[in-house]
Antibody, heavy 118, light 107 residues
Framework: QVQLVESGGGVVQPGRSLRLSCAAS????????MHWVRQAPGKGLEWVAV????????SYADSVKGRFTISRDNSKNTLYLQMNSLRAEDTAVYFC???????????WGQGTLVTVSS | SYELTQPPSVSVSPGQTASITCSGD??????ASWYQQKPGRSPVLVIY???KRPSGIPERFSGSNSGNTATLTISGTQAMDEADYYC??????????FGGGTKLTVL
C-alpha cells in the first residue's frame, strides 16, 4: 500500500533553515509528480510546491518562491523541501502528497509540524 | 492570482443531501477536486476530475463542475461525513489552488 512518511519538522528561529523529507513506498515513485502542501494551525490547506517525476520541472506558491526549494532523489524514493529564511507565517503542518496525474493528490502523508519562533 | 471561494459552513440533517459549492473564474474549464479532512487527520481525496470517485469512497459522494461553480454533493449524509471539505483546481499561472474550506456539520 502507498505510504508517505514526512520527517524533519521542529522548532526553528526566524531566518533559519530547515529541510523536510518524505519517504515514499508502495508505488513507483519515479512515475509521479509530487507535492508539498501546508496547513497553518486552525487554517485551511495551502499548496507549497510541485516537482515533476524526473525532477526537471518545479513550481512554487508565490508565498515561498525564492525561499523554498523542492527536490527529489528517485534512487532513494524520497522527496525533499529545503526551507530557508523561515518566517513566523511559515508555521504549519507540512504534508507531502502524491499527484494523481491531474494535479489532485490521491495519497497524503501524516504531516510534520514546523514551528518558526524565537 | 486565481482564487476559489467556498462557504465557511454548511449544515445538514442526517439522511439529507448536503451540497458544498466552490466558485472560481471559469472553473468549469478546469478539473475540480474535493478533499475531506477530519480533525487531526490528513486530507482524503473524495472527488477528482470533477466527478470521479477514488476507490473506497462511498457512492453517496458525487461532484459536478460547470460555468464558475463546482459542487460536492453528499446524498444520505451520515454523521461520519462531518468534516472540513476543500475544493482544489490547477491554474496555469498560480499553480495548485485550494478553496478556503467548508465545515460540514451534521445536526
Amino acid at each position: 500500500q502507498v505510504q508517505l512518511v514526512e520527517s524533519g519538522g521542529g522548532v526553528v528561529q526566524p531566518g533559519r533553515s530547515l529541510r523536510l523529507s518524505c519517504a515514499a513506498s508502495g508505488f513507483t515513485f519515479n512515475s509521479y509528480d509530487m507535492h508539498w502542501v501546508r496547513q497553518a494551525p486552525g487554517k485551511g490547506l495551502e499548496w507549497v510546491a510541485v516537482i515533476s517525476k524526473d525532477g526537471s520541472n518545479k513550481s512554487y506558491a508565490d508565498s515561498v518562491k525564492g525561499r523554498f526549494t523542492i527536490s527529489r532523489d528517485n534512487s532513494k524514493n524520497t522527496l525533499y523541501l529545503q526551507m530557508n529564511s523561515l518566517r513566523a507565517e511559515d508555521t504549519a503542518v507540512y504534508f507531502c502528497a502524491k499527484d494523481n496525474r491531474d494535479s489532485s493528490s490521491d495519497f497524503w502523508g501524516q504531516g510534520t509540524l514546523v514551528t518558526v519562533s524565537s | 492570482s486565481y482564487e476559489l471561494t467556498q462557504p465557511p459552513s454548511v449544515s445538514v440533517s442526517p439522511g439529507q443531501t448536503a451540497s458544498i459549492t466552490c466558485s472560481g473564474d471559469k472553473l468549469g474549464d478546469k478539473y475540480a477536486s474535493w478533499y475531506q479532512q477530519k480533525p487531526g487527520r490528513s486530507p482524503v481525496l473524495v472527488i477528482y476530475q470533477d466527478n470521479k470517485r477514488p476507490s473506497g469512497i462511498p457512492e453517496r459522494f458525487s461532484g459536478s463542475n460547470s460555468g464558475n461553480t463546482a459542487t460536492l454533493t453528499i446524498s444520505g449524509t451520515q454523521a461520519m461525513d462531518e468534516a472540513d471539505y476543500y475544493c482544489q483546481a490547477w491554474d496555469s499561472r498560480t499553480g495548485v489552488v485550494f478553496g478556503g474550506g467548508t465545515k460540514l456539520t451534521v445536526l
